[in-house]
Protein backbone atom coordinates (compact mmCIF):
# COMPACT_ATOMS: atom_id res chain seq x y z
CA UNK A 1 0.00 0.00 0.00
CA UNK A 2 0.72 3.65 -0.01
CA UNK A 3 3.30 4.67 2.21
CA UNK A 4 4.95 7.97 3.66
CA UNK A 5 8.66 8.00 4.47
CA UNK A 6 10.13 10.61 6.68
CA UNK A 7 13.49 11.88 7.43
CA UNK A 8 15.60 12.00 9.64
CA UNK A 9 13.20 10.40 12.17
CA UNK A 10 14.86 12.80 14.91
CA UNK A 11 16.67 15.99 14.82
CA UNK A 12 18.45 17.81 17.87
CA UNK A 13 19.34 21.23 16.96
CA UNK A 14 20.65 24.27 18.90
CA UNK A 15 18.42 27.49 18.87
CA UNK A 16 18.87 29.92 15.85
CA UNK A 17 19.53 26.78 14.00
CA UNK A 18 17.36 26.36 10.31
CA UNK A 19 15.90 22.43 10.29
CA UNK A 20 15.30 21.10 6.82
CA UNK A 21 13.10 17.68 6.98
CA UNK A 22 11.65 15.67 3.55
CA UNK A 23 9.08 13.13 2.92
CA UNK A 24 9.24 10.59 0.39
CA UNK A 25 6.62 8.11 -1.55
CA UNK A 26 6.86 5.46 -4.04
CA UNK A 27 3.96 6.58 -5.69
CA UNK A 28 2.65 10.12 -6.58
CA UNK A 29 0.63 12.16 -4.56
CA UNK A 30 -1.15 14.98 -5.52
CA UNK A 31 -2.01 17.21 -2.21
CA UNK A 32 1.10 17.18 0.76
CA UNK A 33 -0.26 17.90 4.03
CA UNK A 34 2.42 19.09 7.15
CA UNK A 35 1.45 18.79 10.65
CA UNK A 36 3.17 19.58 13.75
CA UNK A 37 2.25 17.66 17.29
CA UNK A 38 3.05 19.33 19.92
CA UNK A 39 3.95 17.48 23.09
CA UNK A 40 0.53 16.11 24.81
CA UNK A 41 -1.77 17.46 21.87
CA UNK A 42 -2.73 16.75 18.93
CA UNK A 43 -1.62 17.23 15.07
CA UNK A 44 -2.18 20.43 14.16
CA UNK A 45 -2.22 21.64 10.40
CA UNK A 46 0.54 23.86 9.38
CA UNK A 47 0.73 23.96 5.56
CA UNK A 48 -1.12 22.68 2.90
CA UNK A 49 0.35 21.89 -1.17
CA UNK A 50 -1.46 21.14 -4.08
CA UNK A 51 0.84 22.12 -7.05
CA UNK A 52 4.06 20.21 -7.98
CA UNK A 53 6.86 23.06 -7.63
CA UNK A 54 4.85 25.10 -5.37
CA UNK A 55 6.20 26.29 -2.60
CA UNK A 56 4.41 27.92 0.64
CA UNK A 57 5.16 30.05 3.90
CA UNK A 58 3.98 30.02 6.80
CA UNK A 59 6.08 32.35 9.38
CA UNK A 60 9.15 30.62 9.58
CA UNK A 61 8.37 27.36 7.97
CA UNK A 62 8.62 26.76 4.32
CA UNK A 63 7.53 23.99 2.31
CA UNK A 64 7.59 22.63 -1.19
CA UNK A 65 5.60 20.14 -3.25
CA UNK A 66 8.64 18.60 -5.12
CA UNK A 67 8.09 18.19 -9.18
CA UNK A 68 8.23 14.50 -9.29
CA UNK A 69 4.96 14.43 -7.10
CA UNK A 70 6.71 11.96 -4.96
CA UNK A 71 8.26 13.78 -2.52
CA UNK A 72 7.82 17.44 -0.51
CA UNK A 73 10.02 19.15 2.06
CA UNK A 74 9.81 21.18 5.08
CA UNK A 75 12.08 23.76 6.50
CA UNK A 76 12.06 25.79 9.56
CA UNK A 77 14.59 28.79 9.32
CA UNK A 78 15.43 30.31 12.93
CA UNK A 79 14.37 27.98 15.15
CA UNK A 80 13.10 28.55 18.60
CA UNK A 81 12.35 26.17 21.45
CA UNK A 82 8.51 26.15 20.52
CA UNK A 83 9.70 24.36 17.54
CA UNK A 84 9.75 21.35 19.51
CA UNK A 85 7.15 18.86 18.37
CA UNK A 86 6.67 15.64 15.97
CA UNK A 87 6.55 16.87 12.11
CA UNK A 88 4.71 14.64 10.39
CA UNK A 89 3.63 14.84 6.63
CA UNK A 90 0.37 13.34 4.90
CA UNK A 91 -1.26 12.89 1.83
CA UNK A 92 -5.06 11.52 0.76
CA UNK A 93 -5.13 7.86 -0.33
CA UNK A 94 -5.27 7.24 -3.88
CA UNK A 95 -7.09 3.75 -3.01
CA UNK A 96 -10.64 6.44 -2.68
CA UNK A 97 -12.15 7.43 -0.02
CA UNK A 98 -11.60 10.12 2.79
CA UNK A 99 -8.79 8.32 4.13
CA UNK A 100 -5.20 10.37 4.76
CA UNK A 101 -1.79 8.30 4.53
CA UNK A 102 0.54 9.63 7.35
CA UNK A 103 4.22 9.53 7.91
CA UNK A 104 6.24 8.14 10.81
CA UNK A 105 7.15 11.55 11.38
CA UNK A 106 9.89 13.77 12.62
CA UNK A 107 10.95 14.33 16.44
CA UNK A 108 12.67 17.93 16.29
CA UNK A 109 14.63 18.80 19.81
CA UNK A 110 15.47 22.38 20.01
CA UNK A 111 18.18 23.17 22.69
CA UNK A 112 17.98 27.06 24.37
CA UNK B 1 -15.29 27.33 17.56
CA UNK B 2 -13.65 24.91 20.42
CA UNK B 3 -12.82 22.54 17.55
CA UNK B 4 -12.81 18.74 18.34
CA UNK B 5 -13.58 17.51 21.88
CA UNK B 6 -12.64 14.10 22.87
CA UNK B 7 -13.11 12.81 26.87
CA UNK B 8 -11.87 12.16 28.99
CA UNK B 9 -8.25 13.18 28.59
CA UNK B 10 -6.65 10.19 30.70
CA UNK B 11 -8.35 7.10 31.30
CA UNK B 12 -6.90 3.97 32.96
CA UNK B 13 -8.61 0.99 33.31
CA UNK B 14 -7.71 -2.72 34.50
CA UNK B 15 -7.67 -5.48 32.01
CA UNK B 16 -10.67 -6.94 30.91
CA UNK B 17 -12.80 -3.47 31.69
CA UNK B 18 -14.94 -1.94 29.30
CA UNK B 19 -13.37 1.39 27.97
CA UNK B 20 -15.63 4.22 25.97
CA UNK B 21 -13.58 7.39 24.37
CA UNK B 22 -15.94 9.93 23.13
CA UNK B 23 -15.12 12.62 20.52
CA UNK B 24 -17.63 15.68 19.49
CA UNK B 25 -16.45 17.09 16.07
CA UNK B 26 -16.37 20.53 14.74
CA UNK B 27 -20.10 21.37 13.65
CA UNK B 28 -20.69 21.17 9.89
CA UNK B 29 -17.79 18.87 9.62
CA UNK B 30 -19.15 15.88 7.93
CA UNK B 31 -15.87 13.45 8.27
CA UNK B 32 -15.12 11.97 11.17
CA UNK B 33 -12.02 9.91 12.01
CA UNK B 34 -10.34 8.01 15.34
CA UNK B 35 -7.28 7.36 15.09
CA UNK B 36 -4.31 5.11 17.93
CA UNK B 37 -0.66 6.69 18.25
CA UNK B 38 1.90 4.54 19.98
CA UNK B 39 5.51 4.85 19.41
CA UNK B 40 5.92 1.60 17.49
CA UNK B 41 2.99 1.83 15.34
CA UNK B 42 3.18 5.88 15.04
CA UNK B 43 -0.44 7.18 13.86
CA UNK B 44 -3.03 4.42 13.03
CA UNK B 45 -6.37 4.92 11.64
CA UNK B 46 -8.98 2.99 12.80
CA UNK B 47 -12.07 3.86 11.32
CA UNK B 48 -13.48 6.48 9.37
CA UNK B 49 -17.08 8.23 9.15
CA UNK B 50 -18.91 10.00 6.51
CA UNK B 51 -22.13 11.76 7.47
CA UNK B 52 -22.55 9.26 10.26
CA UNK B 53 -22.07 6.21 8.09
CA UNK B 54 -18.90 3.92 9.03
CA UNK B 55 -17.05 4.31 5.47
CA UNK B 56 -13.75 2.27 6.09
CA UNK B 57 -13.41 0.04 9.64
CA UNK B 58 -10.22 -1.95 8.11
CA UNK B 59 -8.23 -0.29 11.10
CA UNK B 60 -9.94 -1.61 13.48
CA UNK B 61 -7.36 -4.41 15.12
CA UNK B 62 -10.08 -6.52 16.37
CA UNK B 63 -13.24 -7.01 17.25
CA UNK B 64 -12.91 -5.95 21.11
CA UNK B 65 -12.97 -2.23 19.06
CA UNK B 66 -16.53 -1.09 18.00
CA UNK B 67 -17.21 2.90 16.71
CA UNK B 68 -20.41 4.48 16.33
CA UNK B 69 -21.67 7.60 15.49
CA UNK B 70 -25.14 7.75 16.10
CA UNK B 71 -25.83 11.41 15.25
CA UNK B 72 -23.81 14.13 13.37
CA UNK B 73 -22.16 15.85 16.83
CA UNK B 74 -21.10 12.76 18.58
CA UNK B 75 -19.21 9.46 18.25
CA UNK B 76 -17.84 6.80 20.68
CA UNK B 77 -14.92 4.29 20.71
CA UNK B 78 -15.34 1.30 22.40
CA UNK B 79 -13.17 -1.46 23.78
CA UNK B 80 -14.40 -4.41 25.37
CA UNK B 81 -12.80 -6.22 26.86
CA UNK B 82 -9.54 -3.82 27.29
CA UNK B 83 -5.93 -5.20 27.15
CA UNK B 84 -2.50 -3.85 27.90
CA UNK B 85 -1.56 -3.79 24.70
CA UNK B 86 -3.99 -1.26 23.73
CA UNK B 87 -2.53 1.41 25.88
CA UNK B 88 -2.38 4.51 23.35
CA UNK B 89 -3.56 7.63 22.86
CA UNK B 90 -6.47 7.75 20.77
CA UNK B 91 -7.41 10.56 18.43
CA UNK B 92 -10.58 11.78 17.10
CA UNK B 93 -10.25 14.40 13.98
CA UNK B 94 -13.16 15.78 11.98
CA UNK B 95 -13.58 17.53 8.63
CA UNK B 96 -15.13 18.75 5.61
CA UNK B 97 -15.87 16.05 2.86
CA UNK B 98 -12.56 17.11 0.89
CA UNK B 99 -10.76 17.10 4.31
CA UNK B 100 -8.46 14.89 3.20
CA UNK B 101 -7.26 18.21 0.56
CA UNK B 102 -7.53 20.68 3.30
CA UNK B 103 -6.50 18.52 6.10
CA UNK B 104 -8.50 17.32 9.17
CA UNK B 105 -8.39 19.00 12.63
CA UNK B 106 -7.89 16.86 15.51
CA UNK B 107 -8.90 16.68 19.27
CA UNK B 108 -6.54 16.77 22.06
CA UNK B 109 -6.36 12.58 22.48
CA UNK B 110 -7.90 10.49 25.06
CA UNK B 111 -4.36 8.90 26.92
CA UNK B 112 -5.36 5.26 27.56
CA UNK B 113 -3.89 3.09 29.82
CA UNK B 114 -4.57 -0.50 30.47
CA UNK B 115 -2.81 -2.28 33.56
Known amino acids: GQQLNQSPQSMFIQEGEDVSMNCTSSSIFNTWLWYKQDPGEGPVLLIA?????ELTSNGRLTAQFGITRKDSFLNISASIPSDVGIYFC????????????FGAGTRLFVKA | DAGVIQSPRHEVTEMGQEVTLRCKPISGHNSLFWYRQTMMRGLELLIYFNNNVPIDDSGMPEDRFSAKMPNASFSTLKIQPSEPRDSAVYFC?????????????FGQGTRLTVV
Open chain 1, 90 to 101: AGPSNTGGFKTI
Open chain 1, 49 to 53: LYKAG
Open chain 2, 93 to 105: ASSLAEGRRQGAF
